[in-house]
Structure formats: structure tokens, C-alpha cells
């Protein structure tokens, strides 16, 4: 079969990184893979594509609105799609999803799959909402089956009217859940030769992780106001930031306006989180926009409490009082972090409810697994039954 995945940014990112696993687990499985992204890409995260995955960069594909730029890569991926003839092309994200299904119904691709990591009309304004809204119901018939990375996706979908119950699939986003369990946390000593001690020292220090791209979503600017606070009622406080974007600049200047110099540390994009999850006493996140971020699957599997601001899907995750806190807003995120660093007993208790939750859906196995049987269905359906109720489909479709 031949596959074409399409994202707006392939960068190191969720959703970047549940599409390099889709395309790796495909071409490992025979499938003829290509992989359409833009020009906002990373070499590290292209240099972890399997071997046989063909990567194509569509240089006029870009996340901000441009109805030039925009209608460039219409017209680039539609000629490149006529040229392969896919079987199947699976959009992920807002941008690619929407430019990608457009240009795979006028190359009259036979099945389009839309990837649901993040919902575009959530948390906008009135406008905003409207546009986005319009835009995924007008692409919304052509699409054959939607991929939601949580249950509060598809949920989020259905109330909205976009598509229907039987098109919508939720599938856990994969990653390499052994590697987040099994890892170990750094010693004093690695911290030490990797980030600056805070002021009380590492071996006093309550540490926070915050595992986040810097970019205004993630609202990292705003839960420093609140840290500022968290530190004067627990001196020993250190807020460790992963990660790396745009905001950078904003986030350091922010930490000097508060004097909170002594307590953060920015850590940067760190390819060994695991470890760094594994260290903290604490994880927590943010963002006002998200599918069920990949993060929040992966501080549980280091078996650590989650702070976080409630998001759709989150739930299954971060439960109230039994492995963490879901709030409203940054401001309420106050209360329970205070809570957690003050009272040992609640922050063990947490730590053992998010131990007894199972995360095995969000192996990489298990969503390549899924993915494959929800394509097998696809093609029953829109292309013919395989022969003799064969498993496998072709590897490629026949001109």
C-alpha cells in the first residue's frame, strides 16, 4: 500500500513524533511511505525516519495563515500526489490537515485520514472559532476516518458536529512506554555537570518539571507570575524548564523580573527526559491548547504526580486527588502544587495512583497495530476486499 502522511511541521513535537513512529512502524510493515512536511522541520527528528519512509519537504507549507504561501502548497502537494497515486493520506495537525485533505480530494486520493492532535477552534476568539469551525466541517465529508489522540478529541468533535461517531477513532498517540518506565533518575552529580544548581542546591531541592515548547500556548510566562508565589511559600522550590521555541527570550526575561534567578533553571530540549522526569518530585504543564498531550503520558510513566490545567482527555490520565490535580486556570495550579511539596503523605499517595494506571495503550506497538487495522478497514470498504481475506494488503496499488 502506499501511504502518504502529511504534517504541517515536523519538528520535535507530539504530534511530530507520532507521525515519524506511524511512518517508521508502516515502512517497517512493507507499505511504499512517504512523509510531506514543511519548511519549519528539525534534522534530528528527519534523521530518525526509517530508511525506506521518502521524506519531501513542501517549502511553502507553514503554520501561520497565508493564503499566497497557503495556496503554494496546495498546488505542490496535489501535483506531487497525482504523481504517487497513494492508497492513503493521513494529514496530522490544524494547517496540513487542512491544506493536505484538500489537495488529496482534488488528486482524488480514494481514502483521506485525518490525525486529531489538536483541536484548532478550543480556546480562540469568537472569530477565530467560527473560521476554524467552518473549515474543518467543510472538510469534514471528505474525510474517511478521524484519528483522535484522546477521547476528549472525538468527544470535543461529535458536540461540534465534526464528522460522525462511526468515522471517529481514538488512538493513543505511541511512544516507547519501556524507556519512560525503566529509566533512571540523574544523580547529583550529572545534574551538576548538566544544569546550574539552584541557590539551596540540588540535594535540598523540590524539583519541578515543566516539559513544554516555549511558545505562548504552553503559557509558561504566566505560571512563572504564579512560581514566583510557590517559592515564597516553599523556599526550596526549583522549577526545571524543558524545552525550547520562540518565547525563549520572554521566559528568561521574566525569570530575572521576578528574581527567580536562584529557582529555575532552563534546561532546554533534552533528548534524556526520561531521566529528567524521573528526577522530579513533581511534573506540571500549562497550556491552554491540546490534543492529551504526549507529556502528560509520559510524566506517568515516570510515575510522578501531574499538576495541569484540564484539557480534553486529560481525565483518563490525571485524576483529582488520586494522581494529581486537573484546574481551571494557571492561578488555580497555586493550591495544589503548594500541597504536594508541603505534604510528603499526598505526594506519595499520588505517586502510587498514577503507578496503578495502565499506559500500555500508548506503546508504540499497540497505535501502529491500530492504525493498521483501521486502514485494513478502509480499504475493505472504499478500495475492494483483499483476496482470499489475505491479512495483508499489497504493498502497492497497482496504476
Given amino acids: 500500500m502506499k501511504i502518504v502522511h502529511i504534517i504541517t511541521r515536523f519538528i520535535r513535537g507530539g504530534a511530530d513524533e507520532n507521525t515519524l513512529y506511524s511512518c517508521n512502524g508502516q515502512a517497517e510493515q512493507g507499505h ?56 492513503i493520506v493521513h494529514t496530522h495537525t490544524s494547517k496540513a490537515g487542512f491544506v493536505g485533505r484538500l489537495a488529496a480530494m482534488f488528486s482524488q486520493s480514494p481514502i483521506i485520514v485525518h490525525g486529531v492532535h489538536i483541536l484548532p477552534f478550543l480556546n480562540v476568539g469568537p472569530m477565530e472559532r467560527r473560521i476554524y469551525l467552518a473549515c474543518e466541517k467543510m472538510l469534514s465529508p471528505v474525510t474517511d476516518a478521524f484519528v483522535d489522540v484522546s ?10 458536529r465534526i464528522g ?28 551538576a555537570a548538566m544544569a546550574e544548581a539552584p541557590v539551596m542546591g ?37 522549577l526545571l524548564l524543558a524545552g525550547a521555541g520562540p518565547l525563549e527570550p520572554a521566559i528568561r526575561a521574566r525569570i530575572e523580573a521576578l528574581g527567580l534567578a536562584g529557582h529555575v533553571r532552563v534546561i532546554g530540549f533534552r533528548k534524556d527526559i526520561a531521566r529528567w522526569i524521573k528526577t522530579a518530585q513533581l511534573c506540571i504543564l500549562s497550556s491552554e491548547r ?8 509520559q510524566y506517568a510513566l515516570g510515575g510522578k504526580p501531574i499538576i495541569a490545567t484540564d484539557l480534553p482527555g486529560i481525565d483518563f490520565i490525571v485524576q483529582n486527588d488520586v494522581t ?76
Avoid at 491540546?290 to 503520558?297: A, H, K, N, S, T
Fill in 202 to 238: 540540588w540535594a535540598d531541592a523540590q524539583v519541578m518539571l515543566m516539559v513544554a515548547a516555549f511558545e505562548e500556548r504552553k503559557r509558561h510566562v504566566e505560571f512563572l507570575d504564579i512560581f514566583a508565589r510557590i517559592v515564597a511559600a516553599n523556599p526550596r522550590a526549583c
Fill in 32 to 87: 511504499e511511505v512517504y512523509l510531506m512536511y514543511g519548511r519549519e522541520n528539525h534534522a534530528d527528528i528527519l534523521g530518525r525516519l526509517h530508511p525506506d519512509v521518502r521524506p519531501i519537504c513542501i517549502d511553502a507549507l507553514v503554520r501561520e495563515v497565508s493564503p499566497v504561501k497557503d495556496l503554494q502548497a496546495l498546488l505542490d502537494m496535489g501535483l506531487r500526489l497525482r504523481k504517487i497515486r497513494p492508497d
Fill in 151 to 160: 477521547a476528549g478529541m472525538k468527544t470535543e468533535c461529535l458536540v461540534n
Fill in 290 to 297: 491540546e490534543g492529551l498531550p504526549r507529556v502528560i503520558v
Fill in 164 to 191: 460522525d461517531e462511526d468515522r471517529h477513532h481514538v488512538i493513543p498517540s505511541g511512544m516507547d512506554v519501556a524507556a519512560f518506565q525503566q529509566a533512571e533518575p540523574l544523580s547529583e552529580a550529572e545534574l
Fill in 324 to 399: 494529581g490535580f486537573r484546574v481551571d486556570t494557571v492561578e488555580a495550579m497555586e493550591r495544589p502544587i503548594n500541597l504536594v511539596l508541603s505534604h510528603e503523605p499526598t505526594s506519595e499517595r499520588l505517586e502510587q495512583g498514577v503507578r496503578g494506571i495502565d499506559l500500555s495503550p500508548w506503546s508504540v506497538s499497540s497505535m501502529n497495530e491500530r492504525l493498521e487495522a483501521l486502514y485494513a478497514d478502509l480499504w475493505d470498504r472504499k478500495i475492494g476486499p483483499r483476496q482470499n481475506g489475505a491479512e495483508a494488503f499489497p504493498a502497492v496499488r497497482q496504476a
